[in-house]
């Protein structure tokens, strides 16, 4: 079967784009698309849309979504929308080859149970309506303008893929990592598969700030290798830490125990390390009247409080040769890194400055500065002081919170007060609320931006462009298909599970996961 493209009038092949692909309605035509070039980009263009009117078939009450990011929120919101919108088409695409996002590559390998959840994901993936494309870019594979070009409704849900700096003296020295990198390097991500950390040439590590993503830096440098062997760390880390010289590990916040950020479940996994000597100076437990009340208000902040206080009054006065340890350092905030003498370029260690706490109303107290320092040395630094999100070409974004401006999941146009809806554009996740909440909290943020989507589906506010539906899942297809775009669907992640789990079996371990792009791409199309 064939058809007269409009853009090049000549005779082109009907095809379905990748048969791995959940298989589509057989009333749907499968129709190539033409790019025109321009500025050396693929673009859009007027002739274009009116090729997609002339030739869709598809009835416009099937609205086709595009979800941006395959983390938790991303398979929140596809299964919020499966279930409120009969007949909807889902595609989940992502940058990477695997699936979940940071229930893959930001769980540590000692918590398994928190990654029970994927199996709840990969029934919505498993839906008829719905489908996983890996491998495909964002703003490289293809364009956000593209996307809502293709797509009713676009939701983005990538999550933050860089860091916050500090942006003191010395921060570019070697030895200087983001915790995210630290994370990604350990559960075996791709893109820091080849980071290698020195882990030799120091005893000392010091991690600046005080949450959960700080506690699991510390757990994993701490925990007994043997402990981890079971787990799903990365082969290459755990090699690393079996020889690993890090032997004190110091845990530096700007304000108090009080204001500690990590969760009780977390504190109390790392105090319960076995055979670890804890350091917390009593000093720094004192409670102001403002601490008082503030522990008053947060329950959770008092058993954390409760906690570190106890770990103080039982712990060892003296560390016994060999130990390790695990330094609580509260009203610090870094000043500037210091560089080695012997390895030029290399860090070996920071300057601290002492912090009080100052009352701002509210009932919320901010570090401030002293003017007093104190150094500590160190030959490995982690960075654990929040994630950040990134724009793309197209999208609206506030780079002071680090999110895109948005009402109830609705993107707007700018941050400003005056601005107007992006229609048929969404976001949820980080993206839309910053780098905050555990995995369950992206369920209730997929609700409430599903909500605001069914909400303008109803008022007629997230409709086609015509009386004719945009070609969706076919159009994307024939789109990368064009640009030589290797996608890997859900079957492409099923090779990859399967083959890690088979890897880890014969290692007594859950998964021996595939760290390098060209591992997993080879097992996802073999």
Request: proline fraction near 4%.
């Amino acid at each position: 079967m064939h058809y007269k493209c409009r853009l090049c009038f000549k005779q082109q092949p009907l095809k379905v784009a990748n048969s791995v692909l959940n298989p589509l309605p057989k009333q749907t035509e499968i129709f190539s698309i033409a790019g025109i070039e321009k500025s050396g980009e693929m673009v859009i263009s007027r002739a274009l849309r009116r090729f997609w009117r002339s030739y869709s078939t598809v009835s416009s009450d099937r609205l086709r979504f595009c979800i941006v990011g395959s983390g938790p929120a991303g398979f929140y919101t596809a299964d919020k929308i499966l279930k409120s919108h009969e007949g909807a088409e889902v595609d989940i695409v992502d940058r990477l080859p695997t699936p979940f996002g940071l229930v893959r590559s930001g769980v540590a390998p000692d918590h398994p149970d928190t990654k029970i959840v994927t199996n709840q994901f990969s029934r919505v993936v498993q839906n008829g309506r719905c489908s996983f494309i890996g491998n495909v870019s964002l703003g490289a594979s293809i364009s956000l303008a593209e996307l809502r070009e293709l797509y009713d409704v676009v939701v983005l849900s990538y999550g933050a893929e860089s860091d916050q700096a500090l942006g003191i003296p010395g921060e570019e020295l070697a030895g200087i990592y983001a915790a995210r990198e630290f994370v990604w390097w350990y559960n075996g991500h791709p893109d820091c598969r080849n980071l290698a950390p020195d882990l030799k040439s120091s005893d000392t590590a010091v991690i600046i700030g005080q949450g959960n993503v700080a506690l699991d830096v510390a757990r994993i440098l701490l925990r007994p290798t043997s402990e981890l062997a079971t787990t799903d760390i990365a082969s290459h880390t755990l090699a690393a830490l079996e020889e690993s010289s890090i032997r004190k590990v110091y845990l530096v916040g700007r304000r108090g125990a009080a204001q500690a950020a990590f969760t009780a479940k977390e504190l109390r996994e790392v105090l319960g390390i076995k055979d670890l000597f804890i350091e917390i100076q009593q000093a720094d437990l004192s409670k102001t009247p403002a601490d008082e009340e503030e522990l008053k208000r947060n329950r959770i902040k008092r058993r954390i409080h409760e906690l570190l206080s106890k770990a103080a009054t039982s712990a060892a006065s003296v560390c016994s040769p060999g130990q390790k340890e695990l330094h609580f350092v509260f009203f610090r905030k870094p000043d500037r890194f210091l560089e080695s003498d012997c390895r030029s370029g290399h860090v070996a260690g920071l300057r601290l400055e002492r912090t009080i706490l100052k009352d701002v109303g509210s009932g919320r107290q901010i570090a401030v500065g002293t003017g007093l320092f104190d150094e500590m040395e160190c030959g490995l630094v982690l960075k654990s002081v929040g994630y950040k999100s990134i724009p793309v070409d197209g999208l609206p974004f506030d780079h002071h919170k680090g999110i895109v401006p948005n009402v109830r999941g609705r993107v707007l146009s700018e941050a400003s007060g005056d601005a107007q809806v992006e229609k048929g554009l969404y976001v949820c996740g980080w993206l839309k609320r910053g780098p905050t909440g555990i995995i369950a909290t992206n369920l209730y943020c997929a609700e409430e931006t599903v909500a605001s989507i069914s909400e303008d589906v109803e008022r007629g506010l997230v409709t086609s462009s015509s009386s004719l539906s945009k070609p969706g899942r076919e159009g994307l297809l024939q789109l990368l298909d064009s640009r030589n775009v290797k996608i890997v669907p859900f079957g492409g992640w099923e090779k990859i599970d399967s083959e890690e789990k088979r890897r880890g079996s014969l290692k007594n371990k859950p998964r021996e996961k595939l760290t390098t792009w060209q591992e997993l791409l080879e097992v996802a199309t073999k």
